[in-house]
Structure formats: C-alpha cells, structure tokens
C-alpha cells in the first residue's frame, strides 16, 4: 500500500505539481495526427496535464499546440481563422504561427509601434511533431526540452502501424498499474471455458501449436522477475507451462506512463500504450499496434477499428460505447455461460475494473502480493523520479532516447532457464531492444 501523501504525489499532474513536472520534462502523445487531417483546418480543443491548449495543422502541414487565448482581449482560437501560415483570431484579426510569433496586428496603424508589437508580443506555444501516428507535444522547460525517444513503431512506414485512442475515466496511474498487472489475464479476460473465443485476439496461440489459454487458465500465480533498463522496467511473468516448460510473459513499462503488452510470438504483432492525463480523474489512453516484419493487412485494421484487443469500440468522439455510465454493457447471463466479466472487449473490461476502482485510487487500504511486484516496482520508480526532479535532478530515462525501442513479447523456454537467458533467446538481449530498421517496406 501507499501512505495517503504518496498517492497524492503519484496520482496528481496538473501544473506545478512534482508528478505534473516529471509528465512534463518527456514528449507526450496529445491528438492523433487524423484528428488533424488537413491543412489549414479547423483548429481541435485539447487538454493535457490540466492545461487547456489548441491544436491546429498549419498551410505546409506543420501543426501547432498554442494556448487557447489570444493575447489581444482573450478571445478563444478555438473559434479562429486557420489560414495562410497561421490562426487568426476571429475577433481582432490578430495572427500567429505555429511557433508563436505574431504575423498580423490589424489594429494598429502600420509603423515603428506596430513592428515592434509584432516583434515582442507573442502566443504561448509548445513544441510539437508527428511519429508513428500521433501528434507529440513537449510541454516542459524549453531549455531541458530532450531528444525524441525511439518508440520501434515511430520508425516504421505507416502501412506497418495502427493507432488509436480511448477516454479512460478515472486517474491515469491506476490504468497503468491495470497495464502492467499482467496476472489478471488468468482472470479478467479468461473465458469461461476453452471453446470460448472471447480472448483469442490476446491469448490464444492454439492455431500455432501453443497453448497459452491453458497455461493461463492452470496457473493464476505467475512468478514475476522484474529488471531496470535505462528507459524504465522489463517484467517476466512466469508460468508453469507443459512439463519442464516456463511460459513467459514478458511486458515493458516506459517511463514515465508507456507499458507494452506481453503476448506477441515472433512474427505477431506487437501492442503498446500511453497513458496521458487530462486531469487527476481522467486521461486519455494512446494506443499503437505494430508489426515490424510487414505491413498489417486490410482484415488486421478492420478489426482493430471495429474494436479489438487494446483497441476500444468509440465513437466519433473517441468515447467507449461501452462505459461508466451504462455500466459497461455488462451482460450477467454471459458472466455465468461464457467470461468472467459478461463484458464485450478487453479494453472494456479493463477499464471497467480499473474505474471501479473511484475516480482516484485509494491505495491506503491495499493488500498487496507477489504478483503485484511490477506495480510496486512502478510505483518506486515513478516516485523516486518525481522526487528527485524536486531536488533539481532530471529523469535518467531522457538521456537514453535509443533505450525505447523495446519490445514485449511471449516465450516459452525450459524451465531452468532464468529470465536474462530467456531475454536474450527471445530477443537477442537482456533488455528487449530491438534493432534499427534500416529498411523497411511499407
């Protein structure tokens, strides 16, 4: 469990808050680059760490997180003009690019003044850029602003990526720790019985001659091995697999709130996420599917439009169909016959139990275990890290950009075999590290 202090230190990120200043020293995913499909569109509302901003996509594409108000009288650029470099404010016409400075001071009559106004008067903006999908911002200090970390999905051809978003409505750090507590897959997403389909899409290697329903379903106490890397924690779950097997589970979590999820086999596909504050009591979760080896085919993005894995059915709004409010879609009959929740979807039915859990965890009143190691060790390091920001001292993980190009992944291996070994036969090496792509075909 945690002291009440300390859940308020990990689960508060608005502005000057210790945990909000760590958020804001690393590039946060803000908006999917489809939420700005054109030049020169309409300008979309967002909020980040507490912090009301503006997105819009410029003449030559480049997009812009501004602050909402035009320093003129106030005016809100939601409602401005976004034309020809820059948005206009539709009030006074005043006009800023996407760096901020100003373009256009209509008011004033043309001379020394209005050039000197034009020089010095400026639109709060945050650096921005487009990987792997997604529209990044960097929201902290410009003169500690670090190098863009190298997620293995942000370097592949588009045709190879698949990413989405959902609202999660409750704090951003319980839907991690939902993310990095892989022991509930025995659980949470297991049918009722083998012939059940309802967690293939995560779990069920049948089709390739391995079994990890059963695995799953035989052993709930998974043995977890949980090692530093220079971005963060790897987290092996082990599990009694066929006689002197181990099945691994083996999952990635990024600082300071990326975890990547432990079911792909060579050659599947791999998952990951991100979850970004709005406020204390909700965030948006970041999703991204890649397959390094090829490009995902049409039937692999209708699924997971259509709502698949770590891929939520939204609507326009990028709201879950099935949510707080209608409880989730529960089915009680299903429940009984065929899953342990009665719920549709495995992004659902993780954040029905993660919102269940208040709006703000209250981790004063856990009773914590051996499978809940990798929350523990997430907690300390997140801590730690907020903490020492405090005392003047920058996260490690920035300085180690190439340290994010890791990967999660499944593995069965004889039982004597510890988790380095197993690391460096699945992957190559004892961290998950993926190699460059040099080439790549889209």
């Avoid at 959902?166 to 297991?190: P, R, Y």
């Avoid at 907020?386 to 920058?394: C, I, V």
Wanted: aromatic share 10%; with cysteine.
């Amino acid at each position: 469990m945690l002291t009440e202090a300390d859940n308020i230190l990990l689960t508060r990120t608005g502005q000057k808050t210790p945990m909000g200043d760590l958020f804001r020293r690393f590039w946060q995913p803000v908006l999917l680059s489809a939420e700005l499909p054109e030049p020169d569109g309409p300008p979309v509302r967002l909020t980040v760490l507490g912090e009301d901003l503006r997105a819009f996509r410029s003449t030559d594409g480049t997009v812009g997180i501004v602050s909402p108000r035009c320093p003129h009288r106030g005016a809100d650029l939601f409602f401005g003009r976004n034309e020809e470099g820059g948005i206009r404010c539709a009030y006074h016409g005043w006009k800023f690019a996407v760096d901020g400075h100003c373009l256009a001071l209509p008011t004033m009559d043309p001379g020394p003044a209005r050039m000197r106004a034009e020089g010095t008067i400026r639109l709060l903006t945050y650096p921005a850029r487009e990987a792997g999908g997604f529209v990044w911002a960097y929201l902290g200090p410009q003169a500690h602003r670090p190098p863009f970390p190298e997620f293995e999905f942000t370097a592949l051809p588009a045709a190879h990526v698949f990413v989405s978003k959902k609202l999660q409505q409750c704090n951003w750090a319980q839907a991690c720790e939902g993310g990095l507590d892989t022991a509930h897959f025995s659980f949470l997403h297991m049918a009722i019985s083998d012939a059940d389909a309802v967690t293939a899409d995560l779990l069920t290697k049948v089709s390739s001659g391995i079994d990890t329903v059963r695995w799953m379903r035989n052993d709930g106490a998974p043995r977890f091995t949980i090692d530093a890397h220079p971005a963060g924690l790897v987290l092996g779950a082990a599990r009694r697999g066929d006689p002197d097997e181990t099945y691994w589970r083996i999952s990635q979590f990024l600082m300071p709130n990326h975890g990547l999820t432990p079911n792909a086999f060579p050659g599947e596909i791999y998952h990951g996420q991100c979850w970004v504050p709005i406020g204390d009591t909700s965030c948006w979760i970041y999703n991204y599917t890649w397959n390094p080896d090829r490009p995902l085919t049409e039937a692999e993005r209708a699924r997971f439009s259509a709502g698949s894995g770590i891929h939520a059915q939204v609507d326009a709004r990028y709201i879950p169909l099935r949510r707080r409010e209608n409880d989730y879609l529960i089915d009680r009959t299903k429940q009984k016959t065929e899953s342990f929740t009665g719920i549709e979807g495995v992004s659902e039915q993780d954040a029905c139990i993660q919102d269940s859990q208040g709006f703000i965890a209250d981790r004063t009143a856990e009773h914590l275990g051996p499978t809940d190691m990798g929350v523990i060790r997430f907690r300390r390091l997140i801590l730690d890290a907020a903490r020492a920001l405090t005392q003047g001292e920058p996260p490690a993980a920035l300085a180690h950009p190439r340290a994010y190009r890791v990967r999660g992944g499944g593995a069965v291996a004889p039982s004597a075999m510890g988790f380095g070994e197993v690391m460096r036969s699945r992957f190559g090496n004892e961290h998950g590290l993926a190699a460059p792509h040099t080439t790549a075909t889209a």
